[in-house]
């Protein structure tokens, strides 16, 4: 499937639209937990069982980013959302069969397995593309797209609640809101493939320095280089940090207050996780569009630096002012949410935008490490914590300074990124040029 290439005079500001109704369609991964409860009831799950197919669909978000990447870059944007569409939605179907027959390896193949595909091939799609429209403001227009992901979850969680209120708890109930899903979606994301445009020519708008000035690195050579790596454990130490609070937010928030005059009910924890997924959405396009002023290894300074320092103020004197824990928290996760959308921006400046895409897949590999790796050290450590008679906040002290010394490795990887070597600068004439040849549509050529 060709992309089509943009008309004269076509609005560089269409272009973030498509982006967000694909990414404010996967984004609903974050609202998988309003499912676990009705699973657990009706299909007699654990909740490990009942959680395996979001972890199942991180793991494929990070997996078919990284080996689907360059497929995403020599075919196009609307490809890559297309093949988002399909399976991400195709997911949901199954999902629904497999609740509506109480077949829950079905729920976990369609939503984990195949949806996850969609997750991963939707959420690099229009990084590339978006980059190439907005050379000048890199930062700020990828995080408009991945700011989408974020709030994905502030409509479909209530969305869903709904749903099943209205079509019952049970399996049939489930099946038929995984059903509404699939095919809402299906619908909202159609426009973002309908939209999508790749600009014509290497300068899409006047006045704007082309994105294919300067170095330029293919990811192969990309994943080669000591600074990849070094950006590899800068993003997952950041998301570890970060998906460690947000994946136990609302006992965190109820423990650390229980033995006070204040303690937390149920609904205002449920309060502090809609407001920490407001702050990971807004971290996504505030600190990404502050990157593009203050540069992206400073950002990054911010999120590393500023979030320990936040990490410490919760373990030493966070159980002794609300304000302070909740204020914190809203600070860590907004660095979560704004560490995501700048990373594009980040190795487009190291490697150039040639292959920026296919470069992002790759290193969305950390993501899929970090996501089991921050839930893992926080619930093993205040499990094992409470076993020892411990109870309140010193079930997460010691999991808050394990956060604060990663954060330390992410800062010091940070710390060593270097331009990249000028052996790696230069991508073959030939290659390159059969690239944009594949991309331009034949009535273009």
């Known amino acids: 499937m060709s992309p089509p290439v943009a008309p004269a005079g076509w609005s560089r500001w269409l272009v973030p639209p498509a982006a967000l109704s694909v990414h404010l369609s996967i984004g609903q991964a974050y609202a998988w937990s309003v499912f676990k409860p009705p699973l657990e009831s009706s299909l007699g799950l654990s909740g490990t069982q009942s959680a395996l197919p979001f972890q199942l669909a991180i793991v494929m978000l990070g997996l078919s980013a990284a080996f689907g990447g360059t497929l995403v870059e020599r075919n196009g944007p609307r490809w890559a959302m297309t093949v988002a569409l399909v399976c991400f939605s195709s997911g949901f179907l199954i999902a629904a069969l497999g609740a509506a027959t109480e077949q829950y390896w079905l729920i976990v193949l369609g939503y984990g397995f195949v949806g996850g595909i969609g997750l991963g091939i939707g959420y690099i799609s229009p990084v590339s593309t978006l980059i190439k429209w907005f050379p000048d403001r890199p930062g700020m227009a990828t995080g408009i797209a991945i700011m989408g992901f974020g709030g994905g979850a502030l409509i479909a969680s209530p969305w869903s609640a709904q749903m099943l209120e209205s079509f019952g708890s049970d399996s049939s109930g489930i099946a038929l809101a995984f059903l509404v899903h699939g095919l809402s979606y299906a619908i909202f994301m159609t426009l973002g493939v309908l939209l999508v445009r790749v600009p014509r020519g290497a300068q899409?708008?006047?006045?704007?320095?082309?994105?294919?000035?300067?170095?330029?690195?293919?990811?192969?050579?990309?994943?080669?280089?000591?600074?990849?790596?070094?950006?590899?454990?800068?993003?997952?130490?950041?998301?570890?940090?970060?998906?460690?609070?947000?994946?136990?937010?609302?006992?965190?928030?109820?423990?650390?207050?229980?033995?006070?005059?204040?303690?937390?009910?149920?609904?205002?924890?449920?309060?502090?996780?809609?407001?920490?997924?407001?702050?990971?959405?807004?971290?996504?396009?505030?600190?990404?569009?502050?990157?593009?002023?203050?540069?992206?290894?400073?950002?990054?300074?911010?999120?590393?630096?500023?979030?320990?320092?936040?990490?410490?103020?919760?373990?030493?004197?966070?159980?002794?002012?609300?304000?302070?824990?909740?204020?914190?928290?809203?600070?860590?996760?907004?660095?979560?949410?704004?560490?995501?959308?700048?990373?594009?921006?980040?190795?487009?400046?190291?490697?150039?935008?040639?292959?920026?895409?296919?470069?992002?897949?790759?290193?969305?590999?950390?993501?899929?490490t970090a996501g089991v790796l921050g839930p893992l050290i926080v619930n093993w450590i205040a499990d094992r914590q409470e076993d020892a008679g411990k109870d309140g906040s010193s079930l997460y002290t010691l999991s808050l300074f394990i956060m604060i010394g990663l954060l330390a490795v992410g800062f010091v990887a940070n710390e060593l990124v270097r331009p990249v070597h000028a052996r790696h600068h230069h991508v073959p004439a030939q290659r390159e040029a059969a690239d944009v040849e594949r991309q331009q549509p034949e009535s273009a050529a």
């Not at 708008?205 to 990309?222: D, I, T, W």
């Not at 609302?250 to 303690?263: E, G, K, N």
């Not at 505030?286 to 590393?304: E, F």
């Open 204 to 368: 899409p708008v006047a006045g704007v320095p082309s994105a294919v000035e300067g170095v330029q690195v293919s990811a192969s050579r990309a994943v080669r280089t000591p600074q990849f790596w070094c950006l590899w454990v800068v993003l997952c130490m950041n998301v570890t940090a970060g998906i460690g609070i947000l994946e136990k937010a609302a006992p965190m928030i109820t423990d650390f207050f229980a033995d006070t005059s204040t303690p937390v009910s149920v609904s205002a924890a449920a309060g502090f996780v809609a407001l920490l997924s407001a702050a990971n959405m807004a971290g996504r396009i505030g600190w990404s569009s502050t990157s593009d002023l203050i540069g992206r290894k400073n950002i990054y300074r911010v999120y590393l630096g500023v979030g320990a320092l936040m990490y410490a103020l919760i373990a030493l004197i966070g159980d002794s002012s609300k304000p302070l824990f909740v204020l914190c928290a809203l600070v860590i996760l907004s660095f979560y949410g704004g560490g995501f959308a700048t990373i594009p921006a980040y190795l487009k400046d190291l490697f150039g935008a040639y292959q920026v895409g296919a470069i992002h897949g790759r290193l969305l590999t950390a993501w899929s």
